[in-house]
């Protein structure tokens, strides 16, 4: 009887997309289709957050220090292109470094989205309450002793 009521109300509710669009992962308990356009604002936003935060400026001071090097000695140029192979290098380094080092600052913006989704069904911690409190004998049973 629950499931033919919680079939019915799937089909009622306006924010899911018809059968014959559902992908084939549609999962409407996760309820993701809902917020996808807060999670594509995210991505955008660390997108740009990590050039302009941490690409960029990693970049710039990279090839900065090495055309310094360059020019005290410490670094040979190549007789044919000078020293810009080696700025080029560390100007990718140095951006993919800066990349690399905003993931943290990325994850945190999504673990936080995620723990205000956490009330909607979103993450393993829903219905974790609900299974404990129901108290079923055969959890009680299967604890070793």
Not at 5 to 14: C, F, L, V, W, Y
Not at 47 to 70: C, H, I, N, Y
Not at 81 to 106: M, N, R, T
Request: charged share 20%; proline share 8%; aromatic share 10%.
């Amino acid at each position: 009887m629950a499931s033919a009521s919680t079939r019915g109300n799937q089909d009622k509710d306006p924010h899911l997309p018809p059968p014959s669009k559902q992908s084939l992962l549609f999962c409407p308990k996760s309820k993701l289709h809902i917020h996808r356009a807060e999670i594509s604002k995210i991505m955008r936003e660390c997108q740009e957050e990590s050039f302009w935060k941490r690409a960029l400026p990693f970049s710039l001071v990279s090839m900065l220090v090495t055309q310094g090097l360059v020019y005290q000695g410490y670094l040979a140029a190549n007789p044919r292109f000078g020293s810009l192979p080696k700025v080029a290098v560390a100007g990718l380094l140095g951006f993919g470094l800066g990349k690399v080092s905003y993931i943290g600052a990325c994850q945190s913006k999504f673990h936080f989205f995620e723990d205000q989704l956490r009330g909607a069904g979103f993450g393993p911690q829903h219905n974790r309450f609900e299974a404990k409190a129901g108290g079923s004998p055969e959890s009680g049973s299967s604890r070793p002793a």
